[in-house]
């Protein structure tokens, strides 16, 4: 098993479903996924995520770490305070997360969740 692996570029098919427990609240955003590694163990999970102008409510069950390369989006968690995050900014969504990611500029982002 290796223990180090570079992820591969995303020039491979992405999928373009809407992730599970995103539902579109605004707009026609439109989503791309690589998923460009999963561990062994099959807990972890590493990729790029694509997204178009609009919104979404989203309901999390798992973990994500989260580097935003390009755009700007403004989350929205249910019955608190929005958070803006920009290009160049990291940041973390807790499992229990439930509310509004408003997509305010195209987005390219790293993620790395954890699926157990």
């Not at 223990?3 to 791309?32: A, C, F, H, R, Y």
């Not at 999963?38 to 999390?60: F, L, P, R």
Request: proline residues 6%; charged residues 20%; aromatic residues 10%.
């Amino acid at each position: 098993m290796q223990t180090v692996v570079k992820l591969p570029p995303t020039d491979s098919n992405p999928s373009t479903s809407d992730l599970d427990g995103w539902i579109k609240t605004e707009g026609n955003p439109q989503m791309k996924t690589w998923v460009l590694h999963t561990s062994a163990a099959g807990d972890m999970v590493s990729g790029i995520w694509e997204c178009t102008v609009g919104s979404y409510h989203a309901t999390y069950s798992a973990y994500e770490y989260v580097v935003l390369i390009e755009g700007k989006i403004t989350i929205t968690p249910d019955g608190e305070q929005p958070v803006t995050v920009k290009a160049g900014d990291a940041f973390v969504v807790e499992p229990t997360f439930k509310g509004t990611w408003k997509i305010e500029e195209n987005v390219r982002k790293h993620f790395d969740f954890r699926t157990k």
